[in-house]
């Protein structure tokens, strides 16, 4: 067998699973045993397109494209990208691209369109770094109403990271047996709530992190007898779980944030940069924030950031300028409206086609808000609120010229008819409904 990872040939490695992430936010699996991994890496596995037209409960959206019985893709494994998973127990993993059996490139694969988006921006001279912050609540394994919380402690409270100290251990020693290269884990706000930062890397690395994360969090919570949710709203009186971007561009390797005499330090640009994101910022949402109980997060003085608007360090903007400083960190964004029910390939790709898209079509850099943009004066004009619901958020996706040309007519719409399957899914449901019924996310199904 050749040597396609960096793990293939070692002695623990007895199976491969290959995932890949649909338009719902669901990470989709293969398993082949190791003898089987060149032929999983040069000519894939068999996948039914219809998986992109599964809802987040599992059904199949009867008015998706992709739902019909016709045809087959190929879902290759990456495996230069293989990783252990749980190597005592003999687990790799490896994320997973679609092609069509004859070779083609499957225009509504989702890393793939990041990885086309990366290379777009490579020929300009441009690279984008992002890294992924996660939010997860840990619960009793108890099915039914949410569940308890596993650890108490206060807010980033050590008594709690005290009292959970055999998980966090367990979680640490996990990610670190992975290879995952993480920055920081600490309790949350919430109840029982934790946050794991990862490393910087380019957009498809990013986003392989988070997907990998999210297995070992939840391989290790059910392992222990727990239950983890990185659900963006648990009950409607709890905060959410997000999912936040920290992302930085370079130009031939040198940041655009930083260097100028712009707010905060930002060179013209920077400045570009985030004027444009922040005007498309309504078309990215539904891909940041697809599920219905995403807007029950995108709560005014919240710290969920739901206002168009862009800060310096200020928690209450969608778009949080991180300046450089003594720590000789680059200059970064932080997206904050995004949560983990977005599928992190398509959610960085779209972020890079922004990118491109603002550098060359510039837009004027608003003022910057201080403070919580809700609670503005009767002196200062209003402030924007972003879409408000999956509805209003689809409909900015649906006429956002930037985002339908780099997508192209099949992934483009294929996602448009997933967000519509989701709107159709809870609709008439009152608030507590809709959020109980991605409670567990993101596991499928009710543990009632």
Request: proline fraction near 7%.
């Amino acid at each position: 067998m050749s040597d396609h990872g960096s793990h293939a040939l070692q002695p623990w490695l007895k199976r491969v699973a290959i995932t890949w992430v649909n338009h719902a936010g669901a990470s989709l699996v293969k398993v082949v045993p190791r003898r089987h991994l060149d032929t999983a890496a040069d000519l894939g596995v068999g996948f039914s397109p219809v998986a992109d037209a599964f809802r987040v409960d599992g059904c199949i959206a009867a008015a998706h494209r992709c739902a019909r019985p016709d045809e087959d893709l190929r879902l290759h494994a990456v495996a230069e990208a293989l990783v252990p998973l749980e190597p005592d127990r003999g687990w790799a993993w490896a994320p997973g691209e679609r092609r069509w059996r004859d070779g083609r490139a499957y225009e509504a694969d989702q890393r793939s369109f990041c990885r086309l988006q990366q290379d777009r921006l490579q020929q300009q001279g441009l690279t984008l770094q992002a890294g992924f912050e996660l939010e997860w609540m840990v619960l009793s394994a108890e099915g039914g109403a949410p569940g308890s919380p596993a650890f108490p402690g206060g807010p980033y409270g050590a008594d709690r990271l005290v009292e959970g100290l055999d998980y966090a251990s367990e979680i640490c020693d996990a990610l670190d047996a992975a290879g995952l290269d993480w920055l920081q884990f600490h309790p949350e706000y919430g109840a029982s709530q934790f946050e794991l930062s990862l490393a910087h890397g380019s957009a498809v690395e990013a986003a392989d992190r988070l997907v990998l994360a999210r297995l070992v969090i939840q391989r290790v919570s059910r392992r222990l007898g727990l239950r983890c949710s990185f659900t963006p709203k648990l009950t409607t009186d709890q905060v959410g779980n997000g999912g936040h971007v920290h992302f930085s561009l370079l130009r031939h390797g040198q940041p655009v944030l930083q260097g100028g005499d712009g707010p905060g330090g930002v060179s013209p640009e920077g400045a570009a940069l985030i004027a444009g994101v922040l005007h498309h910022l309504p078309a990215l949402l539904p891909i940041a924030c697809p599920l219905s109980a995403s807007y029950a997060r995108l709560a005014p003085s919240s710290w969920s950031a739901p206002y168009q608007v862009w800060g310096i360090e200020n928690r209450e903007a969608a778009l949080r300028l991180v300046p450089t400083s003594l720590d000789q960190v680059p200059a970064h964004l932080e997206l904050k409206v995004a949560d983990l029910g977005a599928n992190p390939y398509l959610l960085l790709g779209a972020l890079q086609v922004l990118a491109l898209a603002a550098l060359s079509d510039v837009v004027p850099l608003p003022a910057p808000v201080r403070g919580d943009p809700a609670r503005a004066d009767g002196s200062t004009a209003a402030h924007a609120r972003l879409p408000q619901s999956l509805a209003e958020g689809r409909a900015a996706l649906a006429s956002s010229a930037v985002l339908s040309a780099a997508m192209g007519e099949l992934l483009h719409g294929s996602v448009l008819d997933s967000i519509d399957a989701e709107i159709e899914r809870c609709a008439g449901w009152p608030a507590e409904q809709v959020i109980a019924s991605t409670r567990w996310w993101p596991l499928v199904g009710d543990l009632s």
